[in-house]
């Protein structure tokens, strides 16, 4: 079994920053990949962002630009840099883990609010 605990979020004014942090309880290079998922009220759920255990990365086309994915193998953690945010980020982002099936973080809440 594997745990993923997120930390990090909060409420932040636009155009500030925030930064996710999800600590495995494993190696995170024993995953084919790791990513970042979000979803709003009333909405599904959404893929944020990727890496691979190759490092290559994929990000949704609203979080280009803005948002870095990245990854510590020393401490099984993996990031999500936050950059000009907007009102729209507004969400619960879940960690995911996945090795053939899918592993995922409780989720953190993020509220961007003036």
């Known amino acids: 079994q594997v745990q993923l605990v997120e930390s990090g979020g909060g409420l932040v004014q636009p155009g500030g920053s925030l930064r996710l942090s999800c600590a495995a309880s494993?190696?995170?290079?024993?995953?084919?990949?790791m990513g970042w998922y979000r979803q709003a009220p009333g909405a599904q759920r959404e893929l944020v962002a990727i890496?691979?255990?190759?490092?290559?990365?994929n990000y949704a086309d609203s979080v280009k630009g803005r948002f870095t994915i990245s990854g510590d193998n020393a401490k099984n953690t993996v990031y999500l840099q936050m950059n000009s945010l907007k009102p729209e980020d507004t969400a619960v982002y879940y960690c995911n883990a996945h090795i053939g099936f899918d592993f995922w973080g409780q989720g953190t809440q993020v509220t961007v609010s003036s």
């Open positions: 890496v691979t255990s190759g490092g290559r990365t």
């Open positions: 494993r190696s995170i290079s024993s995953f084919w990949r």
